[in-house]
């Protein structure tokens, strides 16, 4: 698990093809390294990956070939700057919300203007992801806990105020960029409970009105 608050921005060193797989291994720049293990997590753009090679400005991980289609770990090369976070302990302070690593899908900036001393960014997501997001909700985008300003349909936007945007790669964020979303797991799993006994059948879908009709709601 981890916090959505980054604690460094490193740089892939390089990404070697192993068949379908490729191992990645990423500079870690000024993530403390120190009281890190093979086979501990870390974040990378907000995926959970696992540290098997390990050295004071570095660590290697495999990336599987589901992980690099779900995400846009599979777009990087080397060079490209990556937000970092270690797995969170019980000592740490939770700043963000809980984050599991566990990638949704991939939205993709639509729109980037200053609001003050801030930015505001706007996102569109997968349709299948839209209704995991709600206004005033936890969404964590590249790794990063934020807070959502408000929907509109498949679409939603955030505010990103200064120290997040020198902290993290937001700041190289411009229309089109694509990025890796995690929905706030507490609504994934209440859909799951919602669905109750339906949801061991083969072909069991989300929450949907004909759902919700034909177990007693009604719109007015």
């Given at each position: 698990?981890?916090?959505?608050?980054?604690?460094?921005?490193?740089?892939?060193?390089?990404?070697?093809?192993?068949?379908?797989?490729?191992?990645?291994?990423?500079?870690t720049a000024a993530?403390?390294?120190?009281?890190?293990?093979?086979?501990?997590?870390?974040?990378?753009?907000?995926?959970?990956?696992?540290?098997?090679?390990?050295?004071?400005?570095?660590?290697?991980?495999?990336?599987?070939?589901?992980?690099?289609?779900?995400?846009?770990?599979?777009?990087?090369?080397?060079?490209?700057?990556?937000?970092?976070?270690?797995?969170?302990?019980?000592?740490?302070?939770?700043?963000?919300?809980?984050?599991?690593?566990?990638?949704?899908?991939?939205?993709?900036?639509?729109?980037?203007?200053?609001?003050?001393?801030?930015?505001?960014?706007?996102?569109?997501?997968?349709?299948?992801?839209?209704?995991?997001?709600?206004?005033?909700?936890?969404?964590?985008?590249?790794?990063?806990?934020?807070?959502?300003?408000?929907?509109?349909?498949?679409?939603?936007?955030?505010?990103?105020?200064?120290?997040?945007?020198?902290?993290?790669?937001?700041?190289?964020?411009?229309?089109?960029?694509?990025?890796?979303?995690?929905?706030?797991?507490?609504?994934?799993?209440?859909?799951?409970?919602?669905?109750?006994?339906?949801?061991?059948?083969?072909?069991?879908?989300?929450?949907?009105?004909?759902?919700?009709?034909r177990h007693g709601?009604?719109?007015?």
């Amino acid at each position: 698990m981890f916090t959505g608050i980054i604690q460094a921005v490193g740089r892939i060193r390089s990404m070697e093809r192993r068949g379908e797989d490729v191992r990645l291994r990423v500079e870690t720049a000024a993530l403390p390294m120190q009281d890190t293990r093979r086979g501990d997590s870390i974040a990378v753009n907000g995926v959970c990956l696992t540290a098997v090679v390990l050295d004071d400005a570095s660590f290697e991980a495999d990336v599987s070939n589901e992980t690099l289609e779900r995400t846009s770990l599979g777009q990087l090369g080397s060079g490209s700057r990556v937000n970092l976070e270690k797995a969170l302990t019980p000592s740490t302070p939770l700043g963000g919300h809980l984050v599991s690593g566990h990638v949704d899908g991939m939205g993709e900036v639509i729109e980037r203007c200053q609001d003050g001393r801030s930015w505001r960014f706007a996102f569109r997501v997968p349709d299948r992801l839209a209704r995991y997001i709600a206004e005033k909700g936890s969404i964590c985008i590249d790794g990063v806990s934020l807070t959502v300003n408000g929907v509109n349909g498949a679409s939603f936007d955030v505010n990103i105020v200064p120290h997040t945007m020198d902290a993290t790669i937001i700041n190289g964020y411009r229309v089109g960029t694509q990025v890796n979303l995690e929905v706030d797991v507490i609504a994934r799993y209440l859909e799951r409970l919602m669905l109750g006994e339906a949801a061991a059948a083969p072909d069991a879908g989300g929450i949907t009105r004909d759902f919700l009709t034909r177990h007693g709601y009604r719109a007015d």
